[in-house]
């Protein structure tokens, strides 16, 4: 007997929004990355690390968003890892990221399309600010005896 070509308990990986697609994800990374170029707190900060290799950078950023909405599987990097090696980030940086990346998405996005986004970079925001910044002693307001 044949197998079936869709398990039902496993179910097929989706987009998240059908009209996602390439163009806008190239719209979004070029506009974002632009302005975080020119912020005066993140671009440095940015630039420190990536140097020239700017256009390096944004195609494996479009790779990444494509694969958390498109779910594309083409990116194959390791984002907290290249994260935890970053100093002088601050947890107000991730604010200020959130703002820009918000800003871009309500410009290059119909509004269901920015909300995807916009829910996604929260979420990843989140776990590198978890990883980056986490102090057991501080997770619920006392100091851990040990």
């Not at 020119?38 to 900060?45: A, Q, V």
């Not at 995807?116 to 986490?134: C, H, P, Y």
Request: net charge negative.
């Amino acid at each position: 007997m044949p197998m079936p070509s869709h398990d039902p308990l496993r179910p097929r990986r989706e987009p998240l929004h059908a009209d996602i697609d390439e163009e806008i994800i190239e719209q979004m990374v070029g506009r974002f990355y632009r302005r975080i170029r020119d912020n005066d707190r993140l671009g440095p900060i940015f630039d420190h690390v990536i140097g020239e290799n700017w256009n390096p950078h944004l195609h494996k950023m479009e790779s990444f968003w494509e694969s958390i909405t498109m779910m594309t599987g083409r990116y194959k990097g390791k984002p907290m890892v290249a994260h935890m090696k970053l100093k002088g980030v601050t947890p107000d940086d991730f604010k200020l990221w959130l703002e820009l990346f918000r800003e871009t998405a309500h410009e290059t996005c119909p509004p269901d399309i920015a909300a995807v986004f916009i829910a996604k970079a929260e979420n990843i925001a989140r776990s590198l600010q978890q990883a980056m910044f986490f102090s057991p002693e501080h997770a619920d307001g006392r100091k851990l005896s040990g």
